[in-house]
């Protein structure tokens, strides 16, 4: 693709040469040099929250840059377990699915801003039995509010169940926390400022249940959470109801998602780091420092922007299709007259193929699209390329 020069310019006037510094700005790209089909090609203005349930959404992906990942205090977790695929995004009880047995929830929290949940599991995702870890971490309006939800809703969940019993956690003893000794888990819920963290831990691996590996692993977890906490800026309360879900405008530059076929369970949103992991295989958050990454759009495409062109080809050739494992991913030709890097497979499950993507870089954009058929998946990536290299 071309590139226009817009601010760079030699002037020879009688034998003299002038320069004038500048960056170099890329060309729109045509749509119709591409085939797009019926996708948007044009940025959209997205705005801000007209409904308390958008707010919500829309503090919560805030929130997910914030919350610990189960492998960041322990290495042991590597996936996200199979089987969870559910919204990350907690607003009401639906959101912690059956981590958490309460019909209370909602009327305890009724004034929850906003939640954010993760359960990953320890080996290979082939095996049986794992290890598995939650970790939900919910905001209320101020610490009193969550001084109030926290042990009640502990109270509820541990009453649940008349076989369980009050545990501590030495680290923590404010914590509140409850087992059964006859199985290898443990719940507790912990307030921290303005916000609840909610841990529960399931060891199908444990010969017999272990009170303090149970423990010490919840410690662990919380040793991590609790500093993220601490560096997330909530939305001050008069911004609260109409704030902007789109303020850099990374998900103007992100096609939407269709609503009846929606590839991921959560809604379309922005991010700058880890709630972006929901969507990737993978168990390490290197590409937000080799990509030098900071806004991911999440839609019905995954637009990853770097700071510098620079950085953004290092997360290229981090995510190269070429390099991918043949058992999992199957080379596809690219779309037709596409220009620039990009590289396409067919993913892979026992031979047969389950789904199709296109990765590709441009200035200081790495994409990802996901389609279920090629022709659709052509269109789609098209259709991106010419939105992030819109003006």
Known sequence: MPLLFLTVALVAVAGCATSVAGHPVRQPTDPASLQVGNYQTTPRVVGNAKTGKQSRIRESQRLSDYVALPF?????????????????VVTNHKGLGDILINDTFDEVAHDLRGGWVDTWCTGAETEEKHRRLSIA??????????????????????????????????????????????VASIGSWTVHDRYVVYIKIVDELAAAPDLADLTGRTERMLDVALPLLDKFQPTPADKFEHIPLDPDGILGRTLPTNPELPLRPDPDGVYTGRGALQSLDSADLDFLTIGDVDLIGYGDALVFHSRTGRAARALWDKWNPAQNSPDKNRSIDPPPGFPGDVGCFADLANGQVMFHQCTFHVDKY?????????????QKTAAEYVLVTSR
Do not use: I
Not at 150 to 170: A, F, I, M, R, W
């Open 72 to 88: 960041e205090a322990d290495r042991d977790y590597a996936f996200e377990c199979s089987g969870d695929v559910r919204p990350h």
């Open 137 to 182: 971490v919910l905001e209320l309006p101020d610490p009193d509010r969550a001084a109030a939800v926290s042990p009640t809703l502990e109270h509820d969940d541990s009453t649940y169940n008349n076989g369980n019993q009050p545990v501590s956690l030495p680290k923590y003893p404010a914590s509140k926390a409850h087992w059964r000794p006859t």
């Open 366 to 378: 790495n994409v990802q699209v996901g389609a279920r058929n090629v022709a659709e998946l052509y």
